[in-house]
């Protein structure tokens, strides 16, 4: 048996997962199956002597699921399937079809009726056969919907979009059928588009991982390079220096480093040894190493990581804008309302069926709520360009009105609080060494290193002008540090616990190591048995974090707290730094989901963070910001608004902001519905006409935007 990965365009939900197994089930030659629903991939058991990989996806287009092989869809982070081809070529015709059918309406009759009455004057045919084409083709994809909202007995936007379609065309409007089309499958179009963004950073950020693991066979020197999806667990893995670590698993073999930012979002690397666990998509520092791995590629944390983000974001709450909660009763009545027009008026005034049918047509026409949903936008555009304009990249309008009702914020330590790398804080040295002597011999022994702390000793030895030796001859001792002959002396630099190994009297080491920072990692320095110095390296808190409590306190913000991976005692030094209620420690992603989850059940909750560790956290949270200028892509497209200077002093001021916004929503709500009203009063009253209706759309727009503009100005301290 081997194992193949696909990408099936297709699968998008657990029915057509329900389908694929028990189809393939049946077929000879098929063995055990894994889904990942959200990254549309399936790995399968298939018996290469009866079906082939071809063999394969053929019996998938048995059943109309189109099969890709997942290595070349990872490699293509742009990658579209064939439908979404289709949907963006059809949906861009469209709207190129309706602006020039418009042109030559405008062109032709704008001389002749006004630069309002034009929109429902009569039509040639060619104007006609170019509105004609959008509007079919706009419906593509609605008329599915609004025949499933038919069946399931459910009136939607769907639905209303399309009977409001006919009734323009039975009406003769044809510039107002062709509008409403195109800019409801245009905006059907985007939200999908901005779906795919976020699917396309999760499978570039999976690109981390390598394709290929190191296997060693059992009872033999040799190795074999297998595609990881063909790994089974417990197999023997094994990884060089400077290699990207292909799945889970634990050590059995070696001593090394490991950068695990990528999973717990912490700069320091950590050592693993004999019976430590590793993880995908994490890098090898120093020397080989070799694991028995615990997971296939579908169970890596990664893999878990970037499922928990899709679930997440399924599960946030208030995913429904304020139109949409809207529309489900708005739409409902507005078709009753018709409905009653033509059947009931009729009889009851012993009037012509044509006249209230022609009226009730133009009720449904101008009860649209197209306007509602494409004016009120306009202003939440000049919101958005005002944060970009501010360094704040927000995804949504829905996200500024949960962030003015915020009470809760959560805050990753290591990246988001602190500047995210190791720093030198302090230096000590006795009486008979400088500080000058004590930073050359360090950069001299740490020059070749690539070990972040070794790097922040020798840049901070460079700032100070301190250059590092460069006949010096080091060498590395694993777990311990780095000795070499530095001016013909034996020098050495390394850990506490080495320096107490090699130093004759350590009592002078001991009092200096309590007098330093409880959260500080220490280096220490010596020639032969002679203590040199100790140096001390902290991940230091942003000047901007100091202030940052006080002004969510003044802005009435109840709660804040820090969640991290780091260790409890290093975030419990930054809360008390920063003043902050609550701070947890040593939490993995799902840890940070969980009390995200628990926190949003109490208040309003929003996260900051920066780190794949925060990823579910942010995609969870009511709203979730994120470091942008050094955050992950996956990061950046899982959170709601990004900080694109990492400036935290803009929190508590987009906060403010948003409470701003929220009201100038509002008041255009209640514009657009009040012109509403305004046009269907009179309507009843037998005054209505359909340039009215676009007379009343356009006013409604104008107030928008003249209310949205003011966005623009203002300041917020």
């Known amino acids: 048996m081997q194992w193949l990965s696909l990408f099936i365009e297709e699968m998008c939900c657990p029915a057509e997962v329900s389908l694929i197994q028990s189809e393939l089930s049946r077929k000879p030659g098929i063995g055990s ?20 990989a071809n063999g394969v996806r053929r019996f998938l287009a048995e059943i109309e699921m189109t099969a890709h092989p997942w290595r070349d869809v990872r490699e293509m982070t742009d990658f579209q399937s064939r439908r979404q081809r289709l949907r963006t070529v059809i949906t861009w015709v469209s709207a190129i079809c309706f602006l020039v059918g418009m042109l030559f309406h405008a062109v032709q009759f704008v001389p002749v009726h006004g630069l309002i009455d034009w929109v429902t004057s009569e039509t040639t045919v060619y104007t006609r056969v170019l509105y004609g084409v959008s509007i079919l083709l706009g419906l593509v994809f609605v008329m599915p919907a609004a025949w499933r909202a038919v069946v399931r007995g459910r009136a939607d936007m769907n639905l209303l979009m399309l009977t409001a379609v006919i009734g323009a065309l039975v009406l003769g409007e044809w510039f107002e059928a062709a509008m409403v089309t195109s800019l409801f499958s245009l905006s059907i179009w985007l939200e999908q588009w901005s779906m795919k963004q976020v699917q396309t950073a999760m499978r570039s950020h999976i690109q981390q991982t390598p394709l290929i693991a190191r296997c ?9 390079e297998l595609p990881i999806e063909q790994v089974d667990e417990g197999s023997l893995v094994e990884v060089w220096a400077g290699e990207l670590i292909p799945l889970d698993g634990q ?114 026409v101008i009860s649209c709520p197209c306007a509602l949903v494409i004016a009120t936008p306009v202003a939440l555009t000049v919101a958005l360009t005002r944060g970009i304009r501010e360094g704040v990249l927000i995804r949504g309008g829905r996200f500024l009105e949960a962030m003015a ?72 001792v694993f777990g311990k540090g780095i000795r070499g002959r530095i001016r013909g002396r034996h020098a050495w630099i390394g850990s506490v616990r080495w320096a107490s190994d090699l130093l004759e009297d350590t009592q002078v080491l001991s009092r200096q190591v309590e007098q330093m920072p409880s959260d500080a990692t220490l280096v220490v320095a010596g020639y032969d048995s002679c203590l040199l110095g100790l140096i001390a390296l902290e991940d230091v808190v942003r000047d901007e974090a100091l202030k940052l409590r006080s002004a969510l306190f003044g802005l009435g913000v109840k709660r804040s707290l820090i969640l991290s991976g780091d260790t409890q005692s290093n975030v419990t030094a930054v809360q008390q730094v920063l003043g902050f209620e609550d701070s947890q420690g040593g939490l993995l992603p799902q840890d940070k989901l969980k009390k995200i989850e628990m926190l949003a059940e109490q208040a309003t909750v929003a996260m900051v963070g920066d780190g794949v560790n925060d990823a579910p956290g942010l995609a969870r949270a009511d709203v979730g910001l994120a470091m942008g ?84 100005g203002g300041r917020y301290d």
């Open 33 to 52: 199956m894994e889904f990942d629903v959200f990254s549309k991939r399936l790995n399968v058991q298939h018996d290469t002597a009866i079906v082939t």
């Open 216 to 224: 060693r066979q059992s009872g033999h020197g040799q190795t074999v």
């Open 251 to 364: 050590v059995v073999k070696g001593e090394s480093h490991v950068n695990e930012a990528s999973i717990t979002g912490e700069s320091f690397p950590v050592t693993k040894r004999s019976g430590d666990k590793v993880f995908a998509g994490t890098t090898n520092i120093d020397s080989t190493i070799q694991f028995a791995t615990t997971s296939r590629v579908n169970d890596s944390t990664i893999s878990r990581t970037m499922r928990m983000v899709s679930e997440a974001q399924l599960k946030k709450a208030g995913i429904q804008t304020t139109v949409e909660k809207f529309a489900e009763i708005y739409t409902p009545l507005v078709m009753l309302v018709a409905l009653l027009l033509m059947i009931l008026a009729p009889a009851l005034l012993q009037q012509s069926f044509d006249t209230w049918f022609h009226r009730a047509l133009i009720v449904l």
């Open 405 to 476: 009702r915020v009470q809760t914020l959560c805050f990753d330590k290591t990246g988001t609080l602190t500047e995210g790398r190791p720093e030198v804080t302090r230096l000590w040295c006795p009486q008979e060494f400088s500080e000058a002597e004590l930073l050359e011999v360090a950069a001299s022994l740490e020059k070749n290193s690539h070990h972040p702390l070794g790097r922040a000793i020798v840049t901070y030895a460079q700032t100070q002008g301190q250059m590092p030796v460069e006949d010096g001859r080091t060498e590395t």
């Open 629 to 712: 200028a050094m955050g992950l892509d996956v990061v950046l497209k899982s959170a709601d608004i990004s900080l694109m200077n990492n400036d935290l002093s803009k929190v508590p001021w987009l906060i403010q902001f948003a409470r701003r916004v929220r009201s100038t929503i509002r008041i255009n709500i209640t514009l657009a519905i009040a012109a509403k009203v305004i046009v269907l009063v009179m309507a009843f009253s037998g005054f209505a006409h359909l340039w009215l209706a676009v007379l009343a759309d356009t006013g409604a727009t104008l107030l928008v935007v003249l209310n949205g503009l003011r966005l623009l």
